[in-house]
């Protein structure tokens, strides 16, 4: 991760930091992750954070900086520790650069929880939240149009109630569907059944099982008081399943909205935000 941020920043910024000597890209990994190696003629002296330097130098000399964007935010990657405590310096030091990042609200919890990068609490956050089903189906028929294809109505309302407001689930619909039809055919409701299908399984592997390791024991008590409704649960009726005070079950519903597991469903009520892992609770639990 550290050298793909640096070697890009260097093949971005090649026209100011050019020296003849450009980095090339020699192979790409596209899987579970995304990876590139490059190849330097003359390999850079001194460790990430040093050459790191020089890049801004050199960008500041010329009045301008650097944006870094980092996408599918794990707090479980060393590297990733290591980049945000280094930044923090760039920061402290009044350099040339800025930060977006992104990631599912469990993963970008635990990161913000890491005591090295406890700076990173104070920064600016935006939370996606659930998409009206209104933007849901402009947002994929945009998509699929815009790919030079089209969508079936059946299909495109398919896709949306299997997307239930969740963006993740949104991708994983629209792109196993995708992948599903035939080439060039407009996207049928077999095709997107297809990717619903599909998508179940990458939510189970990608989302349910980490979210569901993240839990305290009390959460998941929560949780499961919650699982004896259906579409939305009474917070009064979470507090007495649970033999607690409805403050003491306050502070766990707090806590699982900040992560992104539960969101607020009207005044005193509350349901999962995570598309399918109600039914996951239940075969697990």
Known sequence: MLEDIYQRAVAQASDILDDGKGAGLTGLTIGS???ATWELPDEPEGSWRTRMYRVLDTLESQGTGLLITVDEV?????EMIQFAAVYQHFVREGRSVALLMAGLPNNVSSLLSNKSVS??????QYRLGRISDADMAFAIRQTVEGGGRSIEREALDLAVKASSGFPYMMQLVGFHAWESSEDGGAIDADAVARGIEVAGYDMRDGVYRSTLRDLSAKDIDFLQAMLEDEGGSRMADV???????????SQYRLRLIDQ???GERGRG???FDIPGFDSY???EL
């Not at 794990?74 to 060393?78: C, E, G, K, P, V």
């Not at 700076?119 to 600016?124: C, G, I």
């Not at 507090?239 to 079950?249: E, F, H, K, N, Q």
């Open 33 to 35: 992750a995304v990876g």
């Open 74 to 78: 794990t707090s479980d990657l060393d």
């Open 119 to 124: 700076f990173l609490r104070r920064a600016k």
């Open 239 to 249: 507090a007495r399943r649970m033999g607690v005070s409805s403050s003491y079950a």
């Open 260 to 262: 992104g597991v539960i």
């Open 269 to 271: 009520r509350v349901w």
């Open 281 to 283: 609770l239940r075969e």
